[in-house]
């Protein structure tokens, strides 16, 4: 069960408080005990998995560039993202072994727009 930033922050400080223990906050909060452990010795402190192939910035820029062609009358599927992304990717002269001939798959352009 998914559980929100303020949630973990909310147990965290009642556990740094020692208003409950860990295991009262993990059954209040719907948070695993581990995941509060880890937050506690500070092990976990980057977003989770592994390193995007782009910036910030060149994601707010497809962002961008999606909602700016859908307000003119020109919406943009997944399939039109995916050449978009493709063609940046070779003006810029990227190769993105991630990627099939610098493409990117369907599982890339679901976590984008998740």
């Known amino acids: ?10 147990a965290l400080n009642d556990i740094r408080a020692r ?3 860990q295991r009262q906050a993990s059954v209040k909060y719907g948070i695993p005990r581990s995941t509060l452990k ?6 976990h402190g980057g977003k989770p998995g592994g390193p995007t192939v782009f910036t910030q ?7 961008a560039y999606v909602t ?3 307000s003119y ?8 993202l ?19 001939n610098n493409m990117p798959g369907k599982d890339w352009i679901k976590s984008f727009i998740k």
Do not use: C, H, W
């Not at 069960?1 to 909310?10: I, Q, R």
């Not at 880890?38 to 092990?43: E, F, M, R, T």
């Not at 009358?73 to 039109?80: H, L, N, Q, S």
């Open 1 to 10: 069960m998914p559980y929100s930033e303020e949630k973990l922050e909310n």
């Open 19 to 21: 208003n409950i223990t």
């Open 38 to 43: 880890y937050k506690l010795k500070g092990a």
């Open 57 to 63: 910035q060149e994601e707010e820029m497809f962002q």
């Open 68 to 70: 700016t062609a859908s």
């Open 73 to 80: 009358g020109f919406p943009v599927d997944t399939i039109d």
């Open 82 to 100: 995916r050449f978009i992304v493709k063609a940046y990717a070779d003006r810029k002269g990227i190769r993105i072994r991630q990627f099939r």
